[in-house]
């Protein structure tokens, strides 16, 4: 299985500020990563896919980069409500897996 | 729009076997090129692939759950189904039923997850 590994796992952050998620994979899987949002008792929400597309609907402030086997989700601007939950996804081959998640939380 | 529902128990017992059901909307489970897959989170993690079944019927397995997932697809009713036998407590978990999609190798709609608790 491909493992993958988010960092931080948590993070405090203020209105406004640049946050940036990072998550890395134990073999490469090109760019066929993706990253969720996830609030408490919701489904997780796509936020990106194939590494850097933006998926239909997401604000612009969301933005993903990397290929292989380092990725990083960054929020240009934090807004109130961007504190939940992320998640990064590797669709690479089977079984499909998850990283562990990043909260972010407010400061 | 499309919009997918889980349904089924919310409370199984120990050695039974779980299942769940996923009504989708909006959209053809036939649709080429779909997945039609399930995951589980327990408290405070983050989700487990379960599997999928293909647009075309043929699924695929997490092997650490293969031996007890079975997944089926119902053109008919538009819908796709999870069933895993011998269930135990660390099986107690949020269910989601999800599409991902083939262009862009992402999961793109989720049903909103459904609770399912193992106890005697």
């Known amino acids: 299985d491909i493992q993958m590994t988010q960092s931080p796992s948590s993070l405090s952050a203020s209105v406004r500020d640049r946050v940036t998620i990072t998550c890395r994979a134990s073999?490469?899987?090109?760019?066929?990563l993706s990253w969720y949002q996830q609030k408490p008792g919701k489904a997780p929400k796509a936020l990106i896919y194939?590494?850097?597309s933006l998926q239909s609907g997401v604000p612009s402030r969301f933005s993903g980069s990397g290929s292989g086997t380092d990725f990083t989700l960054t929020i240009s601007s934090l807004q109130p409500e961007d504190f939940a939950t992320y998640y990064c996804?590797?669709?690479?081959?089977?079984?499909?897996?998850f990283g562990q998640g990043t909260k972010v939380e407010i400061k | 729009q499309v919009q997918l529902q889980e349904s089924g128990p919310g409370l199984v017992k120990p050695s039974e076997t779980l299942s769940l059901t996923c009504t989708v909307s909006?959209?053809?489970?036939?649709?080429?090129?779909?997945?039609w897959s399930w995951s589980r989170q327990s408290p405070g993690k983050g989700p487990e692939w379960i599997g999928y079944?293909?647009?075309?019927?043929?699924?695929n397995y997490n092997p650490s759950l293969k031996s007890r997932v079975t997944m089926s697809l119902d053109t008919s009713k538009n819908q796709f189904s999870l069933k895993l036998s011998s269930v135990t407590a660390a099986d107690t978990a949020v269910y989601f039923c999800?599409?991902?999609?083939?262009?862009?190798?992402?999961?793109?709609?989720w049903g909103q997850g459904t609770l399912v608790t193992v106890s005697a």
């Open positions: 999800a599409r991902e999609n083939d262009d862009g190798d992402f999961f793109d709609y």
């Open positions: 909006g959209v053809s489970v036939s649709t080429p090129r779909s997945f």
């Open positions: 079944i293909y647009y075309s019927g043929s699924p």
């Open positions: 073999q490469t899987i090109r760019t066929y």
């Open positions: 194939g590494a850097t």
């Open positions: 996804l590797q669709t690479y081959n089977t079984p499909r897996t």
